[in-house]
């Protein structure tokens, strides 16, 4: 059943997921639309960087428990094997949230904020030998490659195997929120 709010709700609401060329898709965008949930009475009061910081504060306790949880779901439900998965990796708790400057959406006339999660918001999924990733790279609605690994990722399945080369499907996306003042 589809959830429909109330117009009471819809107007106390105050964190807008972006939808369009900003609008997270697929996997990813259900972790956003999670984390905005978890969000929605954050305001904007006029200090961008209180405000971050709030959101920050947020993000780094929900990430990695509540975030992870929501991808190793939404992927074991795709692929329906967990032996053919070695490891899924995200850019959870290791990314923070700030204001947007690459698009220029911010003002001082504005009465709200948007902000933009550091870098892409990348999940990685290795798959094992005998299981052919591409077949899986639409149902996860990423591409095939290698994974490129920082200190940033949280472990979700399993852990890092440089062995497993290309045969990983790799889902790149950006994180794009719309905070509204008082």
Do not use: C
Not at 13 to 40: D, N, R, S
Not at 64 to 71: P, S, V
Not at 94 to 106: F, I, K, M, P, Y
Not at 131 to 159: P, W
Request: proline share 1%.
């Amino acid at each position: 059943m589809k959830h429909v709010q109330l117009y009471e709700q819809f107007v106390n609401e105050k964190a807008y997921q972006m939808t369009g060329i900003y609008g997270a898709k697929g996997i990813a965008g259900k972790v956003l639309f999670a984390f905005k949930k978890e969000i929605e009475k954050i305001q904007y009061n006029g200090d961008a960087d209180s405000t971050i910081h709030e959101l920050n504060n947020v993000w780094s306790s929900w990430a990695d428990k509540e975030g992870a949880k929501i991808i190793e779901e939404l992927v074991l439900k795709q692929v329906k094997d967990k032996e053919a998965i070695v490891y899924v990796l995200a850019t959870l708790g290791g990314s923070l949230w700030e204001a947007d400057t690459v698009n220029r959406l911010n003002s001082p006339e504005r009465s709200d904020l948007f902000v933009t999660i550091q870098g892409d918001f990348i999940i990685n999924v290795g798959f094992a030998d005998d299981v052919d990733a591409t077949k899986f790279g639409r149902k996860l609605d990423g591409m095939q490659n290698s994974a490129i690994t920082s200190s940033r990722e949280t472990a979700v399945i399993g852990e890092y195997d440089g062995a497993v080369g290309e045969n990983n499907i790799e889902i790149r996306t950006g994180f794009y929120l719309s905070i509204d003042a008082k």
